[in-house]
């Protein structure tokens, strides 16, 4: 943002969520305009399985708004099989972070569709979110180096080898593409531009998916929010002046949650009613991954 640009007054929150070793964490770095996400590497990924959520807020990358980036905890990672209190804390973090609901929802696949057949995306987001999140989101092809490599074009593997296609229309064909071969920022413009495209039409609708979750917690950080802005908004400030301060507040209120996790116990008691009944059916879809691919191998 240039010295000459009005403050942001707004913000696109944008959540990403997806398997393990796709690159998720590579698309969030994208976004962000530097590496902030650390990428997990094979040693790694079973101890990251319940790390908390991350997130970033680029200030530049849209005019007059902020670019909420939350770099989800991966939910398929659940190598127990058992639900636990660190498990639920993290998605109840994400939910926080992404409150009052995101405005888009990047599901990050690979375009080798082996590994996208370990779980069933569409299911998972589904039962974590509900299936008005779908409406909101966005499917994300990984490793379309590996396309180019055999002559295949994106659009000839969408439309005749892809097997998410349920999925494609369940976000009314709404995709991107991405060579993940590389980590240099400055290759990414078209992918950037791209995205960016696909945030602001999402955006113009005006609507963000909200579910009982979010609305539990958003409650809680709106009662946190008021004391704060009660401090900050001086008398007779203009509206603009309030979303700014507002917008300020919440991105520290953010990094606040992540810091001191300044989520109540009532509230997360309340949440985590929701998440056992997530986290059950999770669990079912985990299990049937080691019933199909562990036992038969």
């Known amino acids: 943002m240039s010295a000459v640009d009005p403050p942001a007054t707004a913000e696109i929150r944008l959540l990403l969520i997806g398997p393990p070793k796709v690159g998720q964490s590579s698309i969030a770095n994208i976004l962000a305009g530097r590496n902030v ?3 997990a590497t094979s040693s790694s990924t079973s101890k990251t399985a319940t790390r908390s959520p991350r997130h970033y ?3 530049t990358i849209l005019s007059n708004k902020h670019l909420l980036i939350i770099d989800a905890p991966p939910l398929f990672v659940l190598k127990n099989a058992t639900s636990n209190e660190a498990e639920m804390k993290s998605l109840a973090e994400c939910i926080a972070y992404i409150s009052p609901g995101p405005h888009a929802i990047f599901l990050i696949l690979s375009c080798d569709d082996k590994k996208n057949d370990l779980f069933d995306m569409e299911k998972i987001v589904t039962t ?3 299936a008005e999140a779908l409406k909101q989101a966005i499917v994300v092809f990984t490793n379309i180096d590996s396309l180019r490599k055999k002559n295949i074009s994106i659009e ?3 439309n005749n080898q892809c097997k998410q296609q349920s999925l494609l ?8 593409a991405i060579d993940s071969s590389t980590n240099d920022l400055t290759k990414h413009e078209t ?3 791209h995205a960016l495209v696909l945030l602001n039409n999402l955006c113009e609708k005006q609507t963000i998916f909200k579910s009982d979750m979010f609305d539990t917690i958003e409650k809680e950080l709106q009662h946190i929010e008021h004391h704060r802005l009660q401090d900050l908004l001086r008398p007779g400030a203009s509206v603009v002046e309030q979303k700014v301060v507002k917008l300020a507040v919440r991105e520290q209120l953010r990094d606040d949650i992540h ?3 300044e989520i109540s116990d009532s509230t997360f008691f309340t949440l985590q009613s929701h998440l056992q ?9 985990v299990a049937r991954y080691f019933e199909e691919n562990i036992a038969s191998s």
């Open 259 to 261: 810091t001191y996790g």
């Open 191 to 193: 992918f950037i531009k």
């Open 169 to 176: 229309d369940a976000c009314d064909r709404r995709y991107l």
């Open 277 to 285: 009944t997530i986290f059950k059916s999770l669990l079912q879809e």
């Open 128 to 130: 974590v979110f509900g």
């Open 37 to 39: 996400f650390p990428i």
């Open 57 to 59: 807020t680029n200030k």
């Open 156 to 158: 000839d593997f969408i």
